[in-house]
């Protein structure tokens, strides 16, 4: 019996729309004739999603018990296989199965469909693939327990994706379209947050256009196609440095905007023995070009840039290559010598693109005058020997030349032997030379015999001066090649500088540099504490594995640093003399990097206590005036009890008391924030952490503070957060009574989701977040930075609100505790403030007291 065949319909999220776009599918193949059966899908409480049910023929689930004893309908398998449908609709492909089901999941499920024939309809969420399970609960703070194997993915027939935007689906969650409206605050902060969305669509997108890779190279590989299938337009344009290369870049821009999405990579070789530096500015530049065009900049190294350039547009299976050719240097073009016909007689199937220009230089360099190459020094040998025999048979056409003619003449072929063949070739030349001047012109002549004594020193100083000029023709060889890497290493300590400049590297980002700059498989950065035979420790590394220690014996290369203390090292390939001159300029610049970040802290600690003491000038300021209006009114009214207290009547005497209560509550918090904001800006505000939940948080943070105006929404599996529960207590206070202030007509909900966030270093720190939701007017985004100033008042607020210290002390305390304050739009209007505390080491979880969910009112 032929298996059946399988369609999933592939979503970001919940609410994307694929149970709705699968019904949709199976109204369609009932309406072709198709047999469709449903045999267990869910309306998820969505009108649009219920009302697809209907005219759908449906096979009754399985009632299973839960752990709790509640009924849950599971499908029903065998009765599917009885019905023997041709179409069976099955929703939610991941889903775990009640004990007591045929299956542990529900894939393995639909595989028995398949296997008896039946084609299946189904639904996935992209957090439910196994390969993605890490990744998507690093983003949704939520790992879950289902989960489907790629290797089954693999074997789907059909992937359909059901994309919807970010923006629309949380329109959609506010609308209450996808989950209940008691708990839309909370999804809005938690799993439909705007970044979660936009992450878990990028992955999905990414994921589907993996399989469709996988999808081509499988087809092309049944059919034994071995030729290049490049599915994406991707360009490379190499520059040089010069004039030219806004010209080619422009160019290779609108190659690219004839298709339909593409590529463009720019890429500058930079040798380790160069002929000229590449000019900075105009080089960076160009970079900016590209980057404004929606390219990348790329460097590379290697002593020849054809080939170097070829080696980088197979390594990202580029489709084109554009070049630059300058109308001179014809001979050149003729004779096939200049990089550019490199690059055509090695490109293969990439196309390549030489644009003519009239800038001056050429769109790729030349090969470097590097060590005169072995077939260079054979050459040479083969004309020392050559040479010298040609010269004396022309030379013996006439008769009527002398000595010093026939002796001028030879030396002029040495020095033509040692340019092209360096020191020995010219040494062996002029040797050569010699003799045949000796047997052929010199009496007696046929011998190697000298009759005349001054024939024999001027050979002597014939063959004095030959060896004289080879000498200097090699050593003027080996001074340009070491001025060349001079240039070279000076041009990349000219670029490391700019780079420094320019942009703010971080040590993991300069390491990707390093590993693209040499084209290896890693690169790393070790350090050792101690002298001698101290252990290296890896810091920051770049590829896919860390390189080994600079003393293991699998190192391609390493390179100390002028600490001694550090190494930084490559795998993958063997450097040559001049890479390995780039790669301790990289390393001197890596060192330079590491102290300006040092310096960089330094910077910030200093800041720190400038603003500290600006902060305790403006405390003095406001001292004089929003102290001043309490105590003037607590005086006034105190002064007119004890003087009249007689004669005032009840309800005044009580309306005053009522006055003195107010005014001294509001300098209660005047000082506790004022004293709070003094211990945040002299650095003095040291938590005392601990797991805290954020239920216990919050029940004492809200007394005092009207309750009807206020609900509560904390999921049941929240954790418990590392806090100084003091503080904690503060923050949440603060910031409730600014939303109850600015939002006088609006509700606050205060919303917990279980899980923690993304990890917010290199130490997987994991957070907790806690949500304080208004629906006021909302603050504009250009003003969020400001509001957590200190003394800072929304629209220039009146005084009765406060000094503008609440928010400034929250985040102040938040950040102390080793979190962070967070604020955002409410959609629909209004704002979202957002704490972040880190989870404990452990395992803490919270002991929810009372049904969690509920709404405190």
């Not at 919807?164 to 938690?190: C, E, F, H, N, Y």
């Not at 025999?389 to 009527?400: C, E, G, I």
Request: aromatic letters at 4%; charged letters at 20%; glycine letters at 10%.
């Amino acid at each position: 019996m032929a298996r059946g065949t399988l369609r999933i319909f592939l979503g970001a999220a919940a609410g994307a729309g694929t149970t709705y776009s699968m019904l949709r599918e199976a109204h369609r193949l009932l309406a072709d004739g198709r047999d469709v059966v449903v045999g267990i899908a869910e309306g998820h409480g969505r009108p649009d999603t219920g009302k697809l049910l209907d005219g759908l023929d449906a096979v009754p689930p399985r009632l299973l018990p839960d752990a709790h004893g509640a009924e849950v309908p599971e499908l029903d398998v065998e009765a599917v296989l009885a019905r023997k449908p041709d179409v069976a609709v099955v929703d939610e492909y991941a889903h775990v199965n009640t004990p007591g089901s045929s299956n542990e999941r529900r894939w393995q499920d639909v595989e028995e469909l398949l296997a008896a024939g039946t084609d299946v309809l189904t639904t996935l969420a992209v957090q439910h693939v196994a390969s993605l399970k890490d990744v998507v609960a690093a983003i949704t703070d939520e790992p879950g327990d289902a989960s489907v194997p790629d290797a089954v993915l693999r074997r789907a027939d059909h992937i359909e994706l059901v994309d919807i935007s970010p923006d629309l689906l949380r329109q959609r969650v506010a609308d209450g379209k996808v989950v209940p409206k008691g708990r839309i605050d909370a999804a809005l902060a938690g799993g439909y947050r705007l970044g979660n969305l936009i992450a878990l669509r990028e992955i999905a997108l990414i994921w589907l256009a993996d399989r469709v890779d996988e999808g081509l190279a499988s087809y092309r590989e049944s059919r034994g196609i071995t030729t290049s299938w490049p599915a994406r337009e991707r360009i490379v344009v190499g520059l040089s440095g010069g004039p030219e290369g806004e010209v080619l870049i422009r160019r290779a821009s609108r190659i690219l905007s004839r298709a339909k999405g593409g590529d463009l990579l720019a890429v500058h070789v930079r040798r380790a023995e160069g002929r000229s530096a590449a000019p900075g500015r105009l080089l960076d530049a160009q970079r900016q070009l590209v980057t404004d065009l929606g390219g990348t900049s790329h460097t590379v190294s290697g002593e020849d840039p054809a080939a170097s350039l070829l080696e980088f547009a197979r390594s990202v299976n580029a489709t084109q290559i554009v070049i630059g050719a300058s109308p001179g240097r014809l001979w050149k073009r003729i004779l096939g010598a200049g990089a550019g016909a490199k690059v055509v007689r090695g490109s293969g199937d990439i196309d390549v693109h030489i644009v003519s220009h009239q800038q001056g230089g050429l769109g790729l360099p030349g090969p470097a005058p590097a060590a005169l190459s072995r077939r260079r020094t054979a050459a040479g040998f083969v004309l020392a020997v050559l040479l010298p025999v040609l010269v004396t048979a022309v030379l013996s056409a006439s008769p009527d030349l002398n000595l010093a003619t026939h002796a001028l003449v030879h030396l002029t072929g040495v020095m033509a032997v040692a340019f092209i063949g360096g020191l020995w070739p010219a040494v062996l030349a002029a040797v050569m030379d010699s003799l045949l001047l000796n047997y052929f012109q010199t009496d007696p002549v046929g011998t190697l015999n000298i009759s005349d004594p001054q024939n024999v020193f001027a050979l002597l100083v014939f063959l004095s001066a030959a060896v004289a000029v080879s000498l200097v023709v090699g050593l003027s060889a080996r001074r340009a090649r070491e001025a060349a890497r001079a240039r070279a290493e000076a041009a990349t300590l000219a670029d490391l500088a700019r780079d420094a400049l320019l942009a703010d590297d971080t040590v993991a980002a300069f390491m990707d540099k390093v590993r693209e700059t040499f084209q290896v498989r890693s690169a790393g950065l070790f350090t050792r504490s101690g002298d001698g035979e101290a252990t290296w420790a890896l810091q920051a590394f770049s590829g896919d594995s860390p390189p080994p220690s600079p003393d293991a014996a699998a190192v391609t290369d390493s390179v100390e640093l002028a600490d001694t203390r550090t190494a930084l090292v490559l795998s993958g390939r063997t450097l040559t003399a001049g890479d390995r001159l780039l790669l301790s300029a990289h390393g001197a610049h890596l060192l330079l990097l590491r102290q300006r970040h040092a310096l960089q802290r330094t910077l910030q600690s200093t800041t720190k206590l400038a603003e500290g003491n600006n902060v305790r000038t403006a405390i003095l300021r406001a001292v004089s005036h929003d102290l001043r209006t309490p105590l003037a009114g607590i005086k006034l009214a105190v002064t007119a009890l004890r003087r009249q207290s007689r004669r005032l009547p009840e309800e005044v005497q009580a309306e005053m008391l009522e006055t003195i209560e107010s005014y001294t509550e509001r300098l209660d918090a005047l000082i506790s924030n004022l004293l709070d904001m003094s211990r945040i800006s002299s650095g003095s505000a040291a938590p005392l952490t601990a797991p805290v939940t954020w239920r216990d948080a919050i029940e004492d943070a809200l007394r005092g503070l009207p309750a009807d105006r206020i609900r509560i929404d904390l999921a049941p599996n929240i954790p418990a957060v590392c806090a100084d529960q003091g503080m904690l207590e503060r923050v949440i206070a603060n910031i409730v009574e600014n939303a109850l202030k600015y939002a006088p007509a609006s509700d606050v909900a205060i919303v917990g989701v279980p899980g923690g966030s993304h990890a917010a270093d290199d130490d997987g720190i994991r957070f907790g977040e806690l949500h304080i939701v208004d629906h006021g007017q909302g603050v504009p985004a250009a003003a969020v930075e400001g509001m957590f100033q200190p003394f800072q008042r929304l629209d220039d607020a009146p005084d009765g609100l406060g000094m503008g210290l609440g928010l400034a002390v929250a985040k102040g305390f938040t950040e102390a505790m080793g979190g962070q304050l967070l604020a955002g739009p409410t959609p629909g209007g209004g704002l979202t403030m957002t704490i972040r505390l880190p989870l404990p080491a452990g395992p803490a979880r919270s002991n929810v007291r009372g049904k969690a969910g509920t709404s405190t009112s």
